[in-house]
């Protein structure tokens, strides 16, 4: 009698506080210790830029990219900040002072929001490499020419293979952040899920990506 009374009586303590632990994060909400940095990669998941800047333009003017950092530390994203200029290789080349009332561009292909919403192209050029939908599980994998598996299906959306050697972008749901990663063609990380999105650069047809990246702004610590 004794324990069924207290089953009770957490039952009606769990539904007034509304805080059960089976409670699922919503995948859209974002923890206030968050803020997101930025870098650029290649296709081998190399980082070019390190994720040290808030944002990374879309555009590459004379093999140099635009970058946005705050100009101070934990300063609440979309304040004053400066706009720096960066070489191929990521070096800071100058800074200036960047106000909050201009445009920033930046392009983003995915996020939890609209990855759904989304008609992406998958890429099938290597034919022993082709992106397959499991019926089975309803994830991508990669099979051959002999529709055999190569790579088993494991997530929610792959890019193809492409690049030389080839690689494939890889995406997984995910509480809550969704991430993109890259395999080589054994079905190795070459980057393991980590870009919550990818932004493409307009001008340019070079094998890079801008990768956004969750960090703890207390910690400094990238989650």
Known sequence: MKAWFLSLLFLLICNTLQACASEEIDPDEIPDNVEFREAIIDFQGHYIVPPIFDSIGSHIYDNQF???????????????????????????????????????????????????????HIFNTFPDLKAQLSKENQKYGFVNSKEQWVIPPQWDLVTGF?????TSFVWNYGHPFSRWGIIDQKGNYLLKPTCVAL???????????????????VTNQQL
């Open 66 to 120: 635009d970058a946005r950092q705050k100009m101070h530390e934990h300063q609440v994203n979309g304040n004053d900040a400066y706009a720096l200029k960066l070489d191929k290789d990521g070096k800071v080349l100058s800074k200036s002072y960047f106000p909050r009332s201009m445009n920033w561009a930046s392009t983003y292909e995915y996020t939890n929001k609209n990855f759904r919403d989304t008609n992406y």
């Open 199 to 217: 932004g493409s650069f307009e001008n340019t047809n070079r094998p890079i990506k801008i990768c956004r990246i969750p960090f703890n702004f």
């Open 162 to 166: 492409q690049s030389n050697p080839p």
